[in-house]
């Protein structure tokens, strides 16, 4: 006879709690009471169960559970991130660097190649203003609105 499994819905409650919450899975296991090696043994019997399609099977179930608490987590979290980078441009800044994957370095610098022989000084001037001019208006103007009651409560 089998020994009974660990996996009751108390320690699967701690467990997605912990995630949710951003815990790593050795720590929601610990948090749970249990040891990270039980926790990744349940995680592989539902992948195994979710091959053979057996989607009754409570380790099916937990892998599935264990899933959405790391997607509960993160938007929880990336709405933290959204509401604080309305205040602080790092934290736009780290979504555009971990969701997007935008990197400084990597972006590459445009490259201009101008014949010198053919070109008109004046013309070049008047594409880049009209350009740069291109460019400020796909930009967000910044908001002063902060500054404006600061300065209302200053005099």
């Known amino acids: 006879m089998s020994r009974p499994t660990l996996l009751t819905p108390k320690v699967e409650s701690k467990i997605l709690q912990a995630i949710q919450a951003g815990a790593t899975y050795e720590i929601a296991a610990k948090f749970a009471g249990i040891t990270a090696r039980s926790f990744y043994g349940w995680i592989n019997r539902g992948k195994q169960a979710e091959e053979r399609q057996d989607f009754e099977d409570i380790y099916f179930q937990f892998f599935?559970?264990?899933?959405?608490?790391?997607?509960?987590?993160?938007?929880?979290?990336?709405?933290?991130?959204?509401?604080?980078?309305?205040?602080?441009?790092?934290?736009?800044?780290?979504?555009?660097?971990?969701?997007?994957?935008?990197?400084?370095?990597?972006?590459?610098?445009?490259?201009?190649?101008?014949?010198?022989?053919?070109?008109?000084?004046?013309?070049?001037?008047?594409?880049?203003?009209?350009?740069?001019?291109k460019l400020e208006d796909l930009m967000p103007r910044p908001s002063f609105k902060h500054f404006q009651e600061d300065q209302d409560n200053d005099s």
Do not use: C, F
């Not at 790092?90 to 997007?100: Q, V």
């Open 64 to 133: 599935q559970k264990v899933n959405m608490a790391n997607a509960q987590g993160a938007i929880t979290n990336l709405a933290l991130v959204q509401k604080a980078a309305s205040q602080d441009w790092k934290a736009a800044a780290w979504i555009l660097t971990n969701r997007h994957g935008y990197n400084k370095e990597q972006q590459s610098s445009p490259v201009i190649n101008i014949n010198v022989e053919s070109a008109n000084a004046n013309l070049l001037i008047q594409q880049i203003e009209e350009n740069q001019k």
